[in-house]
């Protein structure tokens, strides 16, 4: 059973800066299946990345994915105030697509 | 434009029944999978299973198998998610969520419905 580890839980930033999130399996993620979404509170979360490092529609280029095997990482290049949100990645080609237990990504 | 508009929020007690909906537009409904993912309060994302609305074949993931129920009224483009005895535990926000074919990846989602459930 794939395992996805996110880090940091918290991840406490400025609007301008950059952020790292990570997303690591236990086992390597099937032909890169591997999405991040972001959910703010009271919404339902939103497709960000799929394919480990392809946009979804409508995601600003701010927003990049990349990684493969076991080691995945989201980075926003510059912060906006409507980024800070909790941010999960999923091994979509794994039974029943498992998500990581998110990381929240919270003003300073 | 897919849209997902899911029944409002539900307050049980221990025991009870309920069945929640989630009505699709926007694309051929009857021939695309769509399931549910639950959320727990403060917690993260779990798929519950899917059904394919044409024949009404579902699949659960196991630790939803036998808890709960999908079912789908074609005629007005419905899923439902039912529970015949509802436990505190079921407490949660409920998401239908439409998955890119073949995979468990979520495009379109719900606006969620939350059900709590207590005594």
């Known amino acids: 059973e794939i395992v996805l580890t996110q880090s940091p839980v918290t991840l406490s930033l400025s609007p301008g800066e950059r952020a790292t999130l990570s997303c690591r399996a236990n086992e390597s993620v099937r032909t890169s299946y591997l999405a991040w979404y972001q959910q703010k509170p009271g919404q339902a979360p939103r497709l960000l990345i799929f394919?480990?490092?392809s946009r979804a529609t409508g995601i600003p280029d701010r927003f990049t994915g990349s990684g493969s095997g076991t080691d995945f990482t989201l980075t926003i290049s510059r912060l906006e105030p409507e980024d800070f949100a909790i941010y999960y990645c999923q091994d979509y080609g794994s039974s029943f697509g498992t998500f990581g237990q998110g990381t929240k990504l919270e003003i300073k | 434009e897919v849209q997902l508009v899911q029944s409002g929020a539900e307050v049980k007690k221990p025991g009870e029944s309920l069945k929640i909906s989630c009505k699709g537009s926007g694309y051929r409904f009857t021939t695309d999978w769509i399931g549910w993912v639950r959320q727990m309060p403060g917690k993260g994302l779990e798929w519950m299973g899917i059904i394919w609305p044409d024949d009404s074949d579902a699949t659960y993931s196991p630790s939803f198998q036998d808890q709960v129920s999908f079912s789908v009224d074609k005629s007005i483009s419905t899923v439902y998610l039912q529970w015949s005895s509802l436990k505190a535990s079921d407490t949660a926000i409920y998401y239908c969520a439409r998955p890119a074919s073949g995979q468990w990846l979520v495009e379109y989602w719900g606006q969620g419905t939350l059900v709590t459930v207590s005594s």
């Open positions: 394919g480990a490092s």
